[in-house]
């Protein structure tokens, strides 16, 4: 990147505490919040991710540069890892509620710049400004919704100094953000199932289930309570009739299909309950970050097409094997997945 466009950039960027005012969201909404001072790109050799989604997008980006992993990376998810980065030390959660990095930690560990992604509102501004101010270490917060990948892609990959990486993950994104555009009116109803009871979920419009939106469905969840998970009964996916359920967790996809009260439900009944892979990152959630765009390519296709099953399963083993080429600099076979893909 040239200096021209590099000082461009940064001067897209602010420093206050405040979001900006915003009369068209579209037009004005701003990714990048910064405190502090970044260096140029060519001299940022050594990044702190602050938190899960952080860590998985300088991964995608500039894994080199990654301090380490803000997440536990054990078992399957490891093996998904080049083997450079398997080994990258735990360092924990600088971000949100419960952090796990003392100041002291931080400060030994002499990061460049500390980049963040994820909610922006006043709290982690505050927090984002407190650590800058209380470390003299620039700290990046980027505005984490998927629907904004595409941009984040470039804008994280200028300040990297990763433009061409980015600007081919960016395109990526791009595509699959376009499926929306091909969606019918009458869209299919889904629930997200978290845990191993499946009874934790996502609300409408919260973060956990932007692939559900974003893929062209419909959150089966009539829930109106602030924050983005509920826990939520047997008895109301049974009101509620979901068309399709998706879930990341093994035990409770068995739970599914085994557990007489389940089969009730239609989803169960006509075969429409999927266990994703979570290795090395969630296709759902978990973390909520770019890897979720996999996920987008999957469901829409499922509900494009609610018949297909077993058929396609090796066409989407290398769909999904194409993806993590791409961003994780790696390409497994179907048995990576530990069995999961023939439940796709």
Wanted: aromatic share 6%; with cysteine.
């Amino acid at each position: 990147m040239n200096r021209r466009h590099f000082l461009g950039l940064m001067g897209a960027l602010t420093a206050t505490p405040l979001l900006p005012a915003r009369a068209d969201a579209a037009e004005s909404k701003q990714l990048l919040h910064l405190f502090g001072d970044l260096p140029p790109p060519s001299q940022v050799q050594r990044v702190l991710a602050a938190g899960a989604p952080a860590g998985v997008l300088v991964y995608t980006l500039a894994p080199e540069t990654l301090l380490g992993w803000p997440m536990s990376m054990q078992g399957e998810k490891s093996r998904v890892v080049p083997e450079a980065y398997r080994n990258l030390p735990y360092l924990g959660r600088l971000a949100g509620r419960g952090s796990t990095m003392p100041l002291e930690k931080l400060l030994a560990l002499k990061p460049d710049v500390i980049i963040d992604v994820g909610t922006v509102d006043d709290t982690y501004l505050s927090a984002a400004k407190r650590v800058h101010q209380q470390t003299g270490i620039p700290y990046l917060l980027v505005d984490g919704s998927l629907e904004d990948s595409p941009q984040q892609l470039q804008d994280v990959g200028q300040l990297l100094g990763v433009p061409d990486r980015a600007a081919k993950l960016a395109t990526y994104a791009e595509k699959t953000l376009g499926v929306i555009d091909t969606m019918p009116a009458n869209r299919p109803s889904v629930y997200l199932a978290r845990g191993p009871k499946g009874l934790e979920t996502g609300l409408p419009g919260s973060i956990n289930t932007e692939v559900i939106a974003l893929a062209g469905g419909r959150n089966a969840v009539q829930v109106e309570s602030g924050g983005n998970l509920a826990q939520v009964s047997l008895e109301q996916l049974l009101h509620w009739q979901p068309d399709m359920i998706v879930t990341q967790s093994a035990g409770f996809f068995e739970l599914a299909q085994s557990a007489a009260a389940w089969q009730h439900l239609p989803a169960i009944k006509n075969r429409q309950c999927y266990l994703l892979p979570e290795a090395p990152f969630g296709w759902l959630d978990g973390p909520p970050s770019v890897n979720r765009l996999v996920g987008i390519n999957w469901l829409a296709n499922k509900l494009q097409n609610p018949g297909s099953r077993r058929s396609d399963t090796k066409l989407w083993a290398d769909k999904a094997a194409d993806f993590y080429q791409l961003f994780y600099g790696t390409r497994p076979g179907i048995d990576i997945f530990a069995g999961q893909t023939v439940r796709l």
